[in-house]
């Protein structure tokens, strides 16, 4: 009898301590000014244009004080603390109120911009099976993924440039751009629309395609890459 209380007891405490770890906490965060975006380490991002700086973080399976939220030259990082978090899962919801130039994610992360980001430069950076998803409206873009990393991007730019390489993946069907110089690479693939000239080169295996008729064409492509227009 006393064996089978302490078994129930303590499966009941394994149950509780589950519960508890698998509860979600959340915090609001204020920060100071930032133009720019990093968020890492698998979480998943939301941003939102409003009338402050700030971060609202949901995370489960860990605590809020293991997510670091950080503002150094006007670059705010989201991340992991050090340490091993296991099957954590961590949401937050990122507000700024002027203009963003660079918004970049990695090591699986996810950033889902909700506004168009409409300033003179902008900088769009996914690396390593991390994922951007964004609308735009600027003069010059960059747009860099590597290592299974995935852009994908609407709206339009003056002048484009694109880097591509290792697996990764730039969906720009519908972005509208005037002037593009694109480099890719080991089997990465892109896709855009450009309307005056396209440059650029692509080689193992890495994939270009444009839409639209461009005035210009040069490009040089080896070892199975291709730069060409989308039939």
């Known amino acids: ?4 209380l302490k078994c129930m007891l303590a499966a009941f405490l394994v149950l509780a301590v589950s519960m508890v770890s698998a509860q979600t906490n959340d915090e ?9 975006v990093e968020v890492s380490n698998s979480i998943e991002a939301e941003l939102i244009k409003g009338d402050k700086y700030q971060v609202e973080i949901f995370a489960s399976g860990t605590e809020v004080s293991n997510v670091v939220t950080e503002v150094e030259d006007r670059q705010l990082q989201v991340k992991m603390g050090k340490g091993n978090f296991g099957s954590t899962s961590v949401r937050v919801t990122i507000t700024y109120a002027g203009d963003l130039d660079k918004v970049q994610s990695s090591t699986s992360a996810k950033v ?17 099976s991390s994922y951007i998803e964004t609308k735009v409206n600027v003069s ?8 299974n990393a995935k852009i994908f991007v609407e709206g339009s ?10 697996k990764a993946d730039i ?19 892109s896709i ?7 440059k650029g080169s692509a080689g193992t295996a890495g994939k ?13 492509t080896n070892t199975g890459g291709d730069i060409s227009r989308k039939e």
Do not use: H, W
Not at 28 to 36: A, K, Y
Not at 140 to 147: D, F, I, M, P, V
Not at 175 to 184: G, R
């Open 171 to 189: 969906s720009g069907e519908k972005l509208q751009v005037k002037n593009a110089e694109v480099k890719t690479n080991t089997a990465a693939k």
């Open 140 to 147: 010059k873009l960059s747009l860099e993924g590597t290592t």
């Open 112 to 128: 889902f911009v909700k506004d168009v980001l409409d300033s003179k430069s902008l900088m769009l950076r996914a690396e390593t």
């Open 28 to 36: 609001v965060r204020s920060l100071s000014i930032f133009n720019g």
């Open 208 to 220: 270009v395609l444009y839409i639209g008729d461009p005035d210009l064409v040069d490009v040089k």
């Open 157 to 166: 730019a003056e002048d484009l440039n694109l880097g591509a390489y290792t």
């Open 1 to 4: 009898m006393k064996n089978t």
């Open 192 to 198: 855009i629309s450009v309307s005056e000239s396209i």
